[in-house]
């Protein structure tokens, strides 16, 4: 093979300079357009509404507001709030604030509602994301054709499908090939303009998604090992002996037993043994099925051999590319310095956040079934994919994994006709190692766990892609290494393949088999009370009965996602509230407020002890000194111990508005706004 400083020698489209300018910029929009007609019809109502069903959709368009708000009110910030879960304040560095959009949206898209600020950005990250995959085809192999597969292929992808249903964080997948771009022409030229640019890119991709922050740190890594060819990995037979030949009969007994034991216990149901005060319980077969993969691959150790070259390249190369490595990281570390203070601070203070779980119980990754059951959104045959997905228990969201016939014979006529070639063994690492993240902790295959262990389960262990707890969005860079393998299955087609007519043809192909179905559009509405309550000339907080604290592990009482929504209307701090990581100092301060404490537990259902819910005007003047002056009480989704309780207090009728009444709390003499 060749050696590490020879890439652009060793492809076939070495010396090509690409498409002219002209032809990029007809590539773009057409880019454009596609993602226009993928997205129908949220280019027609960019100021009506946003995509999905509410929930977290209206997360994001809350960011959007909130840095509008934080960036024209003197003493807001924009990582902290006391707009939320109010009277205390909250730090949003953790939170899935998508802060580069949000500031788009309140600097150039200034003069736009939010809502149209919103879809704006999505639009053109989608085109962004499609633009840059186009460009990092086009640096890997030259082909305009591949480039245009590539860029519908990445643009388009399933993944990206089924996150444009309110994870607005994820569908901006721009900054992943734009940052492999850079990345790839600072490590293959030696170019210190491309490093700095690898850096902002990295910049960019913090202030998007902490998920794509990882990716994209753990593809530079894997991206450098395969340029350096510093891991070789070989099996070859092992030399039987006496030894060997032993221990593969005892494996092999041991593994029959076991499986045997499965089969019983999957047939019987399992049962308790008791061996004297020793009990033996045989009831689940997943511990069983973990043993029975680790008899399965010891036996195999025995017969095979596994043989690990670890070497480094040249001092030049190496000397080089770690230069080029040191220009990202300093670039991206200076502009990552704001978020770093403030997690900074949330470690000192104890206010980190995680989900706790055993190795057990961690998230799981897409199902095998996924790889091969379709696209379960496509407008033709979707509803039958779906409804497997519902069969099997599959995640919708969160397990997509369809990667499509035809790609997938275009990359195996790319990684066969580049095979032996560096980009060919770079894109195939990258396309692997990210399949085998997205599995998750255990293979599983038609919702079953099959208790083998996977290398996803030690990632919890290592410091920052712990937090990256979700193993199924790494099929983004899954999809990102198909695009650029696509693009050389197409860049090594010949006769009439070549022609622009057949160009068009493959990227139509790709483009109707992750067509998509129309785009659910959320138009939120404007209920009067909110607008009136904007109009009050009262300062004051407002308590929205039930109420609830939420994060993206659960929520603890009864929270709506559109109060987020409605608090754009009225701009007032809220109880409650929702952000990505919630800080357990919030829920025990929460929980120990004189009147807030046992109103949350009312929202939730809860009983509470009468001795603890203040009575008549000491509740509201308790309220009052919180800061709050309003209430609002919706008797449809209250408890009826709740509506009872509020109904006992001296509160100020307002307006009501169907099942929802406004209430004031008067005076208001507390330090609200």
Request: hydrophobic share 55%.
């Amino acid at each position: 093979m060749p050696g590490p400083d020879s890439a652009a020698a060793a492809s076939p489209t070495a010396g090509r300079s690409g498409p002219g300018a002209w032809r990029v910029a007809v590539d773009l929009l057409v880019l454009a357009a596609i993602e226009g007609v993928w997205t129908w019809p949220l280019v027609a109502r960019l100021s009506a509404g946003i995509p999905g069903a509410p929930g977290d959709n209206l997360s994001f368009l809350w960011n959007f507001w909130w840095m509008r708000k934080a960036l024209a009110t003197p003493g807001l910030h924009v990582f902290s709030t006391d707009y939320l879960f109010h009277p205390l304040s909250v730090d949003l560095a953790l939170n899935t604030n998508t802060a580069l959009n949000a500031w788009i949206g309140a600097t150039l898209l200034a003069p736009f509602s939010i809502v149209t600020a919103l879809n704006v950005t999505i639009l053109a990250g989608l085109v962004l994301a499609a633009f840059g995959a186009y460009g990092l085809a086009v640096e890997v192999t030259g082909s305009r054709a591949g480039a245009l597969a590539a860029g519908v292929l990445f643009g388009t992808s399933p993944y990206l499908a089924a996150h444009l249903a309110g994870h607005f964080n994820l569908t901006a997948a721009w900054v992943l090939p734009w940052f492999a771009l850079a990345f790839v022409r600072a490590i293959g030229r030696g170019s210190r303009a491309a490093a700095a640019g690898a850096g902002l890119c990295l910049i960019a991709t913090a202030y998007t998604d902490y998920y794509y922050l990882v990716f994209a740190a753990a593809f530079a890594l894997l991206y450098l090992v395969a340029s350096w060819q510093a891991v070789g990995v070989r099996v070859e037979p092992r030399a039987p002996t006496r030894a060997t030949m032993r221990s593969g009969r005892l494996l092999a007994i041991l593994l029959a037993i076991v499986l045997a034991a499965i089969a019983v216990v999957a047939v019987t149901g399992g049962g308790v043994w008791r061996v004297g005060r020793l009990a033996i319980s045989m009831q689940q077969t997943f511990n069983l099925r973990e043993i029975a993969w680790l008899l399965a691959v010891a036996w195999l150790l025995t017969r095979w051999r596994v043989r690990i070259r670890v070497a480094l390249p040249p001092p030049g190369v190496l000397r080089r590319d770690l230069a080029a490595c040191a220009i990202v990281a300093a670039i991206a570390l200076a502009g990552l310095v704001p978020l770093a203070a403030h997690a900074w601070t949330i470690w000192r203070h104890g206010d980190y956040a995680t989900q706790a779980y055993s190795w057990k119980s961690a998230p799981s990754g897409i199902d095998l079934v996924s790889l091969v059951a379709g696209n379960p959104s496509h407008p033709l045959y979707g509803r039958l994919v779906r409804h497997l997905y519902r069969r099997l228990g599959l995640d919708r969201v969160e397990g997509v994994g369809w990667l499509g016939l035809v790609p997938m014979v275009l990359a195996w006529i790319g990684w066969r006709r580049w095979s032996g070639r560096g980009a060919a063994s770079r894109w195939g690492l990258v396309f692997v190692a990210f399949l085998i993240w997205a599995l998750g902790p255990f293979l599983r295959v038609g919702g079953v766990n099959t208790g083998l262990v996977l290398p996803e389960t030690l990632l919890r262990f290592v410091p920052i892609a712990a937090n990256a707890r979700i193993p199924g969005r790494a099929m983004v860079m899954v999809y990102l290494a198909l695009a650029v393998l696509v693009a050389m299955g197409v860049a090594s087609l010949r006769g009439w393949w070549r022609r622009p007519p057949a160009a068009a043809l493959l990227a139509a192909i790709v483009f109707f088999g992750y067509l998509q179905l129309p785009l659910t559009i959320y138009q939120p509405d404007r209920p009067a009370i909110y607008t009136r309550l904007a109009d009050l000339p009262e300062h004051g907080a407002l308590l929205e009965l039930p109420f609830g604290l939420a994060d993206g592990f659960g929520a603890r009482g009864r929270f709506d996602r559109r109060a987020l929504y409605y608090q754009t209307l009225h701009e007032r701090p809220i109880a409650g509230g929702f952000i990505a990581r919630l800080s357990p100092r919030v829920l025990d301060a929460y929980a120990r407020l004189p009147v807030l404490g046992p109103l949350w537990k009312l929202s939730a259902g809860a009983p509470v002890a009468p001795a603890d819910l203040p009575a008549g005007r000491a509740a509201l003047d308790a309220l009052a000194r919180e800061g709050f002056a309003f209430v609002v009480l919706d008797r449809a989704e209250a408890p009826p111990a709740l509506v009872r309780y509020v109904d006992t207090l001296p509160l100020t009728p307002i307006m009501k508005d169907g099942e929802q009444e406004l209430y004031g709390i008067a005076p208001a003499t507390g330090n609200g706004r």
